[in-house]
């Protein structure tokens, strides 16, 4: 009776990690298929983005690299962000221009260009000894200077907060 206890057991712990990896592999591949270019492009309002960004010196960073809040709630946000965008591209349930896509985490900037630099080995560096330093220390906010870096088609930023 023991055996048949344990063996039960086991099999409901077998069966919940299964099922836990299941969930989590399906989730990650979501996840990361929903942060590319090819997927944002599937809006029709983004393709004009997308295709500038493909020729812009960030063509190698994904969507959400810039246009994601940081932390973990800042993704959960940016996925049902998309997921409203996706619904109204869909229904055709929106006004023109969607200005709130392109919300640009500075945080997000200075992950790449300030740091380790282990991503994007090429990426330009601000340091001491940058002119960028001096706009830093005045808190100026990145986009002001550089708004058509990512892709030279705008439709406004907005900055988030950290």
Known sequence: ???????????????????????????????????????CSGCHYVEPYV????TSPHKEVNCMNCHEPTGSLGKLHSKARGLNYYISDKTGNYIEPIIDASFISEARCFGCHIGQFKDYPNVIKINNNSDHLEYIKTEQECYICHIGTGHEVNIGASKISN
């Open 1 to 39: 009776m023991l055996k048949a206890v344990a063996k039960i057991i086991f099999s409901f712990l077998i069966t919940l990690v299964v099922i836990y990896l299941i969930g989590y592999g399906s989730f990650m591949g979501v996840y990361y298929y929903t942060s590319t270019p090819e997927f």
């Open 51 to 54: 295709a500038s960004w493909n």
